[in-house]
């Protein structure tokens, strides 16, 4: 199998160890080691120390981690001092982490996943998991490969690469197109799930609705959703045993 | 779910541990989102209905996290699959909050396993530390196998526990048809206030918000066409 196509399929298995200390670092060393076999054969000194920088401590987006890849393996096949290759390494995560958290999980997915739950509430049922399924998957396919050939093709001038690239513009229209789409999921939903308990009962999750938003915004992080829906349970309980 | 026969459960679990192990770890193709593992365990389990109410709910709760970093959030996917198991076969307007009650316990406990799993490959790139440091190839791959490994044995164990709890809770606990309609109601109540509080956060206080507001006006006249 081409050494490009192996290395994109162990991207996908980047954050298989991940953990405190390295984050993805040893992920990236899996994924870089396809890419780093000729120069084994070419210089197995060097070879030696990529494959240790490329197993260091690295943070990004996952889906975007093809562009910090492919530019320090070419880094390497070009020579460039280590330290150098270290700090472009370390520069990138921010900027990598933040655009793909923007794109992906602030954007792309919660946008795909609101669509998906309309389709579900109006009856489409499979074809709207199917569809989901398909179109995110085609998006992160291509862009990983994206990632991979752009980070390849720029070595050392990646950010610019990055900067000219369609990644901004995506970031821009992403994020309220995600917030139209969540916006029309929730009267949707709240249709589908109340509709057939009649009004009190509508009152009621609504009344459970509103104290979940306002208490979980006013108590922050100590009070989550979830921490908010299993205390109000247990009130519940409290409530019928004492016959309210 | 009245019975949990093998023929049920040993896809559930295997399902369970798919999705467990595609949430971080192998191949994040979004199967770990709770309306996707819904469907599928309520088809597995023979109630696909149970299975997107159950999953829909749980999503609403999965739009509140944005794994950003390193940050610390529940495991929805597991849950989600233990919820539908043991909300099967029951009229969903009366076993989708306690579903939703065993599920979302499930999602903390999937939530702190992830931290077991990370400090779990901490340890094992320490002991690697060596061979790291050395530059072999080989100590690389064996601890990328050896993190997934540790992940699908998350996802299994986490599966099988909710399992385990699902088939408790329908042999032991009975709630009268009030009490039961009045959990699924307090469950939806707080996915909508998640989905709400995520929306809000996301589009914050600027020209997002419009976009939200908007989105909100064509969501309430389709649901009062459809």
């Known amino acids: ?244 | 779910m009245s019975e949990f026969s093998p023929l049920v459960v040993l896809p559930l679990l295997l399902w369970g541990t798919l999705v467990g192990l595609d949430l971080v770890s192998v191949p994040q193709a979004m199967i770990s989102r709770p309306v996707v593992a819904g469907v599928v365990a309520g088809a597995l389990a023979g109630d696909v209905e149970a299975g997107l109410r159950i999953g829909v709910l749980f999503e609403l709760f999965a739009l509140d996290v944005l794994p950003v970093g390193a940050v610390r959030y529940p495991d929805y996917g597991p849950a989600t699959v233990s919820a539908v198991a043991l909300g099967a076969g029951t009229p969903w307007e009366l076993g989708l909050g306690v579903s939703a009650a065993l599920g979302l316990v499930l999602a903390m406990l999937g939530g702190w396993s992830l931290q077991v799993v990370r400090r779990w490959n901490a340890r094992a790139i320490q002991q690697q530390t060596a061979a790291l440091a050395a530059g072999e190839s080989r100590a690389i791959r064996w601890l990328q196998y050896g993190g997934v490994l540790r992940d699908a044995l998350r996802g299994f164990t986490l599966t099988l526990a909710g399992l385990v709890l699902a088939s408790t809770v329908t042999e032991s606990v009975r709630l009268d048809r009030p009490t039961a309609v009045a959990f699924t109601l307090v469950a939806v109540g707080s996915g909508l206030a998640a989905a709400a509080s995520s929306a809000f956060r996301g589009s914050g206080r600027g020209p997002r918000l419009k976009w939200l507001i908007a989105g909100l006006g064509v969501g309430i006249v389709l649901a009062v066409l459809t």
């Open chain 1, 1 to 244: 199998m081409n050494q490009r196509v192996r290395a994109l399929f162990r991207l996908f298995a980047i954050q298989g160890t991940w953990n405190y200390e390295r984050m993805l670092g040893v992920g990236m060393g899996y994924a870089a080691e396809p890419l780093l076999e000729d120069l084994k054969a070419v210089d197995p000194v060097r070879h030696g120390e990529a494959v240790v920088r490329s197993a260091e401590f690295f943070n990004c987006h996952p889906n975007l981690a093809g562009l910090a890849l492919g530019a320090t393996v070419r880094a390497e096949y070009e020579g460039v001092p280590g330290p150098q290759i270290v700090r472009l390494r370390t520069a990138l995560c921010s900027p990598l982490g933040s655009m793909g958290d923007q794109l992906f999980w602030a954007g792309l997915v919660p946008a795909l996943v609101g669509l998906t739950v309309i389709g579900v509430v109006l009856g489409a049922g499979w074809w709207a998991i199917a569809g989901f399924l398909l179109v995110y998957n085609g998006i992160r396919i291509w862009t990983g490969y994206w990632s991979l050939r752009t980070g390849m093709a720029s070595g050392m001038r990646v950010g610019a690469a990055i900067g000219s690239s369609w990644l901004p513009k995506a970031m821009e229209w992403i994020t309220p197109t995600a917030g139209f789409v969540l916006g029309a999921t929730v009267p949707l939903v709240v249709a589908w799930y109340l509709d057939g308990f009649g009004w009190a009962a509508a009152v009621g999750a609504a009344g459970v609705a509103v104290a979940g938003f306002a208490l979980t915004r006013w108590f922050g992080p100590g009070l989550t959703s979830v921490r908010f829906a299993l205390l109000a349970m247990v009130l519940l309980l409290l409530f019928r045993r004492i016959g309210l």
